[in-house]
């Protein structure tokens, strides 16, 4: 990590990472990652134009890999490409329980928990709204 340049001190300060889902099936949505995959709700609203939901994931990070990396992951963890350009990572503490109870909740299963060449052991689900999941839980973490 370099050094901050001198010139970009009056760069804005980033204190969140807010992934924006637009579910046609609102509750559904809220059913499965609030509910079935356990993201405490930190706030709700709602107005006559409709209804938003924000849900904890915990701390975020903003992944961004070349088509080149994002190709080698789909192999690693589905054994070909299968997502498209957004994918959500959550990292729990056991692959394969997440798995199995997110599928009970509707997911369809892509792929199941397989080992990683970094020894994380990840899942590929696709969940409400069309969005890919990767579920992943760090070596020392993982059940077995």
Request: charged letters at 25%.
């Amino acid at each position: 990590m370099s050094n901050p340049d001198p010139a970009d001190v009056d760069r804005p300060v980033v204190h969140q990472l807010r992934v924006v889902v637009t579910a046609t099936d609102y509750d559904e949505a809220i059913r499965f990652y609030r509910d079935a995959l356990g993201l405490p709700e930190q706030a709700a609203f709602s107005s006559p134009d409709g209804r938003v939901v924000i849900l904890d994931g915990g701390r975020a990070t903003l992944e961004i890999a070349d088509p080149g990396h994002a190709a080698f992951i789909d192999e690693v963890e589905v054994g070909r490409r299968v997502a498209g350009h957004i994918r959500l990572a959550f990292e729990v503490d056991d692959t394969a329980a997440a798995t199995a109870r997110l599928a009970a909740a509707g997911a369809s299963v892509v792929a199941p928990p397989v080992r990683t060449p970094w020894q994380s052991l990840n899942s590929r689900l696709e969940g409400p709204a069309g969005l890919q999941l990767t579920l992943f839980a760090e070596d020392g973490r993982v059940a077995r």
